[in-house]
């Protein structure tokens, strides 16, 4: 069974771009979540969706939004990028809630804002 | 509030064994989840402890108490391919919370 999959692995921006990362989950899983990751902030929580809802969303500004498409794909958006944004961005799927499951983890795609 | 604490660095030898504690607070608990993360890879699901007690996985065993909001991580028969970071989650309310991390260097 394939793993979960991100696009693009890397990524270099300017600030005041805006960015689209693309994540696949495992194959009949529907819940995919999003995270920040940086040396500083460590993991941190964006949103969840569940059969393209989302059900719960972390403390980053509006500028990070997402969503999930019927096939379970989801994407993230960052608009008007900072130089704060600059992080490994990961997704995670499991087979129902992230609760109690086991969250597997894409890959991961590196944005570097210049 | 909802945070999570865990040390930043352990160090150990090669065949010894090692504890990795984490301490949590947060509201809407339902579980404490252990992953592993090498330098430059993706995070990956070690355990799981929904109840109180011990969760056993072949080297690796966790532990909860969740009247202490308390939970650890056991590795056992060290090998160099262990070092890597350990993260502690909590399961809140279809969220994963991670601590900031265990970084794990095992010596020779």
């Known amino acids: 069974k394939a793993g979960v999959t991100q696009t693009p692995r890397y990524l270099i921006k300017t600030r005041g771009q805006q960015v689209t990362l693309s994540c696949s989950p495992i194959?009949?899983?529907?819940?995919v979540s999003w995270y920040q990751q940086t040396p500083g902030q460590g993991l941190q929580f964006l949103f969840e969706?569940?059969?393209?809802?989302?059900?719960n969303k972390g403390n980053f500004p509006g500028r990070f939004s997402g969503r999930q498409f019927s096939n379970s794909r989801s994407e993230m958006n960052v608009s008007t990028l900072e130089l704060g944004d600059s992080a490994l961005y990961l997704c995670?799927?499991?087979?129902?809630?992230?609760?109690?499951?086991?969250?597997?983890f894409g890959p991961g795609t590196r944005l570097t804002v210049l | 509030g909802q945070s999570l604490e865990q040390p930043s660095e352990v160090t150990a030898v090669e065949g010894a064994i090692v504890q990795i504690n984490c301490t949590y607070q947060?509201?809407?608990?339902?579980?404490l989840s252990w992953y592993q993360q090498h330098d430059g890879g993706a995070p990956t699901f070690l355990s799981y402890?929904?109840?109180?007690g011990l969760e056993e996985t072949g080297r690796f065993s966790s532990f909860l108490s969740r009247s202490d909001s308390y939970g650890y991580l056991l590795l056992q028969e060290l090998q160099m391919k262990d070092s890597a970071s350990y993260f502690c989650?909590?399961?809140?309310?279809?969220?994963?919370?991670f601590g900031s991390g265990t970084r794990l260097l095992v010596r020779p």
């Open positions: 995670a799927s499991s087979r129902d809630a992230p609760v109690g499951d086991t969250q597997y």
């Open positions: 969706y569940f059969s393209e809802t989302q059900r």
């Open positions: 989650a909590v399961d809140s309310s279809y969220k994963l919370i």
């Open positions: 194959s009949g899983h529907r819940s």
């Open positions: 947060t509201s809407g608990f339902y579980g």
């Open positions: 402890n929904g109840l109180d």
